[in-house]
């Protein structure tokens, strides 16, 4: 079963703009990782929050995490049609030493030239 | 450092047949972990091996299996394959220390498998 669940499903913006994509999760977590995938190739990672940690910025990436809510956000600002992918969230579930990642279903990022 | 390899890239097969794909992890990576990506299910977990021994196991079915060599090279199996079988077959490897929480994953390119 899917423990974070990515909203929204699908997402269209103009290049320039902002996107902000939202996963909410249901149990407690180590850490929370978004993907960006490009048409069915592998899954490269993008930022990796821990869960003492509210916010985070790699780049053009901010990254919010809210533990007592169980969700978080990833923002891209100043988007480029080279941003066009599919975004996942994956969690670490707390579960010791054989805690898994368990991704989302994804969001569809279309970014209009 | 050379990234996740997966071979093959594609294949297609026939139901019924079993098929075996290959994951060689980035060098020093002991964690190496295979998921299933299909349109309607996504991502779904499927086992992961640390220093050759299985850590985790998904929700799946005794048909698909795996294992891992002493240079940390993985393969999966699936037996007795079935149309529903097909997807993206995605290995990943990490830096996950024996005990410690799921770190970032670096991910192959996948095998897509068609079953006919």
């Known amino acids: 079963s899917q423990q974070g669940e990515e909203d929204p499903q699908a997402l269209s913006i103009q290049e320039g703009e902002n996107a902000t994509m939202n996963c909410s999760y249901k149990?407690?977590?180590?850490?929370l990782q978004w993907y960006r995938q490009n048409s069915g190739r592998g899954l490269v990672h993008l930022i990796l929050?821990?869960?003492?940690?509210r916010e985070k910025h790699s780049g053009r990436l901010r990254v919010t995490l809210d533990t007592s809510k169980k969700s978080s956000s990833l923002l891209i600002t100043a988007s480029r049609a080279a941003d066009t992918a599919s975004y996942f969230c994956?969690?670490?579930?707390?579960?010791?030493?054989?805690?898994?990642?368990?991704f989302g279903k994804g969001i569809t990022l279309s970014v209009r030239p | 450092k050379a990234g996740v390899t997966q071979t093959p890239r594609y294949l297609i097969k026939t139901r019924g047949q079993q098929v075996t794909l290959s994951c060689s992890p980035i060098?020093?990576?002991?964690?190496v972990s295979w998921y299933q990506q299909t349109p309607g299910q996504g991502l779904q977990f499927l086992f992961e091996?640390?220093?050759?021994?299985?850590?985790n196991k998904g929700n799946f079915p005794g048909r698909f299996s795996g294992r891992q060599f002493s240079n940390s090279r993985s393969e999966m199996n699936v037996s007795t394959l079935e149309l529903g079988d097909s997807a993206l077959y995605l290995c990943?490897?990490?830096?996950?220390?024996?005990?410690?929480?799921?770190?970032?994953?670096?991910f192959g390119p996948g095998t897509r498998l068609l079953v006919l």
């Open positions: 990943a490897s990490s830096l996950r220390i024996r005990g410690g929480a799921q770190e970032t994953q670096y």
């Open positions: 149990t407690s977590i180590n850490n």
């Open positions: 929050i821990r869960s003492n940690e």
């Open positions: 994956a969690t670490d579930d707390y579960t010791g030493a054989n805690s898994k990642l368990t």
């Open positions: 060098s020093g990576h002991r964690s």
């Open positions: 091996y640390f220093s050759e021994t299985q850590r």
